[in-house]
């Protein structure tokens, strides 16, 4: 809610094949990308869950971050209504020069983005103002392709292999019929990172963000304060843990902590956490993981 030394606003970036995704902006994000040499011009989206002050107020810094670097591609803004006035606004009130196309999309359930072999897709939450979690998801990939199993069969390399590697059917020259399934491993999953913040807990959001490699989810407060968190439609780490066990998580990364806790303090919110999850993580600033492909 509140800036600290060491503790700058909610934002998430995901780096996928060279692109990066911005999920919500708080102010200074600028700072950490460049304490992390990240590159602005390859942020391809930015995903903004609502219109909280916390949440938005480091994206005009961004925008015009972006027009310094010659960028030529278009910058896809995903977020409510009056996020378009935000920007628009703060263009025309700061005369903002932007050299490059801003796209906007209206937030909406379902999928809001997709690219090649991935779609991010948006979910409704429950806070004081309407409010979306993403989940970026990856297409199954191809199995792996044996080539023994191949050789094996009398396959003939060359453009027979690459018909069975796209999921084909062959006819060899004795009469046999080859499907890919005799040469090819089971498909496999891909990946998938979810951003859950400022929202009550209700039992659904499980079923959003299930199977994540990583669950980024907001964990503000502390279970003694379960009323205090459900007064301001915002969940305890304890919740937190629970979505994450319900919706077989691999990894729990708490965010967006209350500023009474300290540093020091914040093991209290990993330590709710673990008591139902414990393969918790209490995120920092600047804080990097490897999501590796799935074998």
């Known amino acids: 809610m509140m800036p600290l030394p060491g503790r700058f606003l909610t934002s998430v970036l995901v780096r996928r094949d060279g692109d990066l995704f911005l999920f919500d902006s708080g102010e200074g994000t600028q700072v950490s990308m460049k304490m992390l040499n990240l590159k602005w011009k390859k942020i391809s989206a930015v995903f903004i869950s609502h219109m909280h002050a916390d949440h938005v107020t480091g994206l005009p810094g961004i925008l015009m971050l972006s027009s310094q670097v010659d960028r030529t591609e278009p910058l896809y803004i995903v977020g409510p ?7 628009e606004s703060s263009r025309r009130i700061l005369d903002m020069y932007i050299n490059y196309e801003i ?5 909406e359930t379902g999928v809001v983005f997709s690219g090649d072999g991935f779609t991010i897709q948006a979910f409704p939450l429950i806070h004081t103002k ?3 979690g993403y989940a970026l998801v990856e297409e199954r990939r191809k199995g792996e392709f044996f080539p023994e199993k191949a050789e094996a069969l009398g396959i003939p390399r060359g453009k027979l ?3 069975l590697q796209n999921g084909g059917t062959v006819e060899l020259e004795d009469g046999r019929i080859i499907d890919s399934s005799m040469v090819m491993g089971e498909a496999r999953d891909g990946r998938k990172i979810s951003y859950v913040t400022d929202t009550a807990y209700f039992e659904s959001i499980a079923d959003y963000v299930h199977d994540s490699d990583i669950l980024f989810c907001e964990g503000m407060f502390e279970k003694a304060l379960a009323a205090t968190a459900r007064e301001k439609r915002h969940m305890t780490s304890y919740e937190a843990g629970l979505v994450a066990r319900d919706s077989c998580s691999r990894i729990l990364c708490l965010q967006h902590y209350s500023p009474r806790y300290s540093d020091k303090e914040l093991k209290i919110l990993e330590r709710d ?8 993580v209490l995120t920092k600033d600047r804080m990097t993981f490897a999501v590796p492909l799935k074998d």
């Open 81 to 87: 209504q009056k996020l378009r006035d935000y920007v």
């Open 103 to 107: 796209r906007f999309i209206p937030v």
């Open 130 to 132: 309407p409010c979306y």
């Open 161 to 163: 292999w690459g018909m």
């Open 273 to 280: 956490a673990k008591e139902v999850f414990p393969d918790t």
